[in-house]
Each structure stands twice: as C-alpha cells, then as structure tokens.
C-alpha cells in the first residue's frame, strides 16, 4: 500500500510561472489536507478537501493560490504568478475519515522560484 | 488563541543523554496533542501522540509529559541514539472531523556519538 504521492518532489519556477503541486492520497483516503513549511520555521495549514469539495481554505493566501481535489486524480495546489516569497516545501496529508489524527504527509514539494 | 510556541530551537545531546523539548498552547478547546519527526528531505511522520486526559504516555524511549493546567506538553527521548537526529515538532488541534493541527516551529535535535 504505497503512501501519500506527492510529484513533483522538486520544482523550479521563474517570478511570474505557473507552479502545480500534485498529491496523490493513500488508497482509501478521501481527505487531503495541504500544508507550507517555509524555511526554519513549522508547517502552517493552507486547505483541507475532500472530493469534490473544499472544506476549509482558511489558510490559503486570498491571491493567486487554489487547490481542487477531482473525483477521479490526484489533488492539485497551483499557484499563479509565483513570487520569491512562494519558495517553501508543500506537504499534503491525507485520512480517511477526515481527521488529523489518522493522517499520514507526503515527503512533500519543494518549490524554489527564481 | 491558535498558536503553539515550541522550544528550543535546537538542542544538542550526547549519545545515551535524555532529550527533552517543550511546547505551550493558548487554545484550551485543543484535545489531541501529537509529536512529529522529520528527516532532511522528508515529511513528517507521527511519533507519538496524548490527550489531555492523561498527565503522560510512553512509547519505548518516547515520553509525552502533559500539563492541562499549565497549558504545556513536553517530549522525553530516553538514551538519545545518533539516528534520533532530526527536527521534532509539535502540534495541537481537535480530535475531530475536518480539523486541521497547529504546529510548533520546530526544534532540530542532534545527537552526538
């Protein structure tokens, strides 16, 4: 049973790009959960979806960041017009029931924009 | 009210010594309170885990202190070994559907041999 898939594991995008994070949840697990880990500091949450639907997105940046979670595939975080700011490790977590308690992280995305 | 605030920063322990690393919350509806390690490169996997109806768990060389009261939690590592080293973080949240975790800011543990 493989574990949260998360591609690309490193992404490089020039100020102004397109960035698109992939996860791909554990098998059975309908809720995903993404979170940003900036350099030295803990992983703050971003957005929490189960399919179909956003539950909580109040953590992401009210500009250029949004994330969808499909009936069928993988969820995806994009973020339009990168910034400097925007380089950090995204880590996605999924569960099966929706709580953080049985949730397991991906090895994450590291974005650095340059 | 959602803040967690973790210390130290980083802390360096000799082969065998007790590591110890401590965490505060303000937000007294928290009722789970997990421990996370994270390799360079990796994501963070569940250590261990409390709530707030026991004062302390252990889990082999794992130990969670707990202190409702004082609104504190705090990891033991029992004889740290090298391959402890890594970046420890602790997070608070509620044990329920659709919540998210509040984590600490992370404190880097090296174990020397």
């Known amino acids: 049973n493989a574990g949260v898939m998360q591609n690309p594991r490193h992404l490089v995008r020039r100020r102004g790009q397109e960035a698109r994070l992939r996860c791909s949840p554990m098998?059975?697990?309908?809720?995903v959960y993404w979170y940003r880990q900036l350099p030295e500091e803990g992983l703050k949450f971003m957005v929490y979806?189960?399919?179909?639907?956003?539950?909580?997105e109040s953590g992401m940046p009210k500009e250029r960041f949004s994330a969808e979670f499909p009936k069928e595939g993988p969820s995806i975080l994009r973020i339009q017009q990168v910034v400097r700011g925007d380089s950090a490790a995204y880590f996605c977590?999924?569960?099966?029931?929706?709580?953080?308690?049985?949730?397991?992280f991906g090895q994450g995305t590291r974005l650095t924009v340059v | 009210q959602q803040q967690v605030k973790q210390s130290p920063q980083s802390l360096i322990v000799q082969k065998g010594g007790i590591s110890i690393i401590n965490c505060a919350y303000e937000?007294?509806?928290?009722?789970?309170f997990p421990w996370y390690q994270q390799f360079p490169g990796k994501g963070p996997a569940l250590l261990i885990a409390?709530?707030?109806?026991?004062s302390e768990k252990k889990e082999g060389r794992f130990t969670i202190s707990f202190n409702k009261s004082a609104k504190q939690f705090s990891l033991h590592i029992m004889d740290s070994q090298p391959g402890d080293s890594a970046t420890y973080f602790c997070?608070?949240?509620?044990?329920?559907?659709?919540?998210?975790?509040?984590f600490g800011e992370g404190t880097q543990l090296t174990v020397n041999p």
């Open positions: 977590a999924s569960s099966r029931q929706g709580m953080m308690t049985e949730a397991f």
């Open positions: 937000n007294t509806a928290f009722d789970y």
């Open positions: 409390i709530r707030p109806d026991v």
């Open positions: 997070a608070a949240g509620l044990e329920t559907s659709g919540s998210r975790l509040t």
């Open positions: 979806l189960q399919k179909e639907n956003i539950i909580d």
């Open positions: 098998k059975g697990h309908s809720h």
